[in-house]
C-alpha cells in the first residue's frame, strides 16, 4: 500500500496511468483548475474514458474558455462535447459543443470557411456562440438570432413557409438547427398539418428534411383573431382576365412589392406587383387552376403586400 503511494509521489499525472489500466466507465475529476489538470483531463478523454469535470466559473462559457489555449482548438468539442451549469442548485443552462468548417456567422466571403466550434442551447438547438481563430487569435463571438438566421437560413425559413402554407395563410416558422423546425399554425389547422396518425407531418419531413416540431400560435385562441388579423392587411384590388391569364389590379405606388394571394383564407401563391400596379397569374399555372377552382367571387380572395 505505501509502496503505491510512492509510486503515486502525489501527482495526479500517475494516478491517470492507473486509471487507464483500470479502465472505468466514468471518472469524477473535481477541481480541473491547474494547466496539468486540463491536460490529464484531455488525455483521459481522448483515451475513451467518459469524464465529468467540475470547473468552477460564474458563466457557463467561462468554462469553456479555461480550456482554450491548454489544449488544441479543434481538440476542445473532442473533449468537452456538453457543459452543464449549476447555480444556487439547480441546472440553469445546457449547452453542446460540436467542430463544423464553416463561413463564420456574418462573414459571407466563401474563402473566410474555418473551423469553427459552434456552441449551441441544448434545449433548442439555437446557436449562441462560435469559437475559431481570427489572424492569430483564439475569439469567441456571440451570435445573435439575426446574424444565425441570414443567408441560407432565410432562404429555407421561406421554402418552409411556402409548404406550410397550404395548412395556415400564416405560419410561424423558427429554425431550430439544420436538422430541426418549430412551426407554429392555428389550433385548428394543427389536425390537417399532422394528419391520420402522423402521416401528413411524416411526409413533410420527408420532402423538406428536418425533423418538424408542430405547435399552436400562443397569441391565437380562434379562427377569428386568425381573420380579423389577415383583414387588416389586405390590399383592395380589381380583377380581370386574359385569355390565358388572370389579371390583378392594385395601387401602381406598389410596383416591386411581392403580394400573397390566399382564397377563403388558404395562401395560394406569391408574385411581383409588377409595373402600372398589375399582377399576372397564368391560367395553366398551379396557383391559376387552383384560384379557378376555389374563387367563385372577388370576395374570396385576399391580397397582403410585403417587401419580399
Known amino acids: 500500500m505505501s509502496r503505491n503511494t510512492q509510486k503515486l509521489d502525489g501527482k495526479f499525472e ?10 472505468p466507465d466514468y471518472t469524477v475529476f473535481d477541481e480541473v483548475r491547474q494547466r496539468d489538470d486540463f491536460r490529464v483531463f484531455a488525455d483521459l478523454r481522448l483515451a475513451g474514458v467518459g469524464m465529468i469535470g467540475v470547473v468552477h466559473a460564474n458563466m457557463p462559457l467561462d468554462a469553456v474558455q479555461r480550456f482554450i489555449g ?3 482548438l479543434g481538440m476542445i ?6 457543459v452543464v451549469f449549476v447555480k444556487d442548485g439547480y441546472v440553469s443552462k445546457v449547452y453542446d459543443l460540436d467542430l463544423k468548417v464553416k463561413v463564420p456567422s456574418g462573414m459571407v466571403e466563401q474563402d473566410l470557411a474555418r473551423p469553427v466550434i459552434e456552441i ?5 438547438g439555437t446557436l449562441e456562440y462560435e469559437i475559431y481563430t481570427f489572424g492569430e487569435e483564439n475569439v469567441i463571438v456571440p451570435v445573435s438570432k439575426q446574424e444565425a438566421k441570414s443567408g441560407i437560413y432565410k432562404l429555407a425559413e421561406e421554402k418552409i413557409r411556402d409548404t406550410i ?5 400564416n405560419p410561424e416558422i423558427e429554425i431550430l438547427s439544420e436538422s430541426g423546425i418549430r412551426v407554429r399554425v392555428r389550433k385548428d389547422s394543427m389536425p390537417s ?4 396518425g402522423g402521416s401528413t407531418i411524416s411526409d413533410l419531413e420527408k420532402i423538406l428534411h428536418v425533423h418538424i416540431n408542430v405547435e399552436p400560435k400562443e397569441s391565437e385562441d380562434s379562427l377569428g383573431s386568425y381573420s380579423s388579423q389577415q383583414s387588416r392587411g389586405s390590399t383592395p ?9 388572370l389579371l390583378f389590379q392594385v395601387d401602381k405606388k406598389n410596383n416591386g412589392l411581392f ?47 410585403k417587401d419580399s
Open 14 to 23: 500517475n494516478s491517470a496511468d492507473i486509471l487507464l489500466l483500470v479502465r
Open 70 to 72: 491548454k489544449i488544441e
Open 77 to 82: 468539442p473532442s473533449v468537452i462535447d456538453t
Open 120 to 124: 449551441r442551447d441544448f434545449e433548442t
Open 165 to 169: 402554407r397550404r395548412f395556415d395563410a
Open 193 to 196: 398539418i399532422i394528419g391520420k
Open 237 to 245: 384590388f380589381d380583377l380581370s382576365e386574359s385569355t390565358n391569364s
Open 259 to 305: 403580394a400573397d394571394i390566399y382564397v377563403k383564407g388558404d395562401y395560394v401563391t406569391t408574385a411581383r406587383v409588377a409595373r402600372h400596379g398589375k399582377i399576372k397569374i397564368s391560367k395553366r399555372s398551379d396557383a391559376g387552376r387552383r384560384l379557378a377552382r376555389s374563387a367563385f367571387s372577388k370576395n374570396d380572395i385576399e391580397i397582403l403586400l
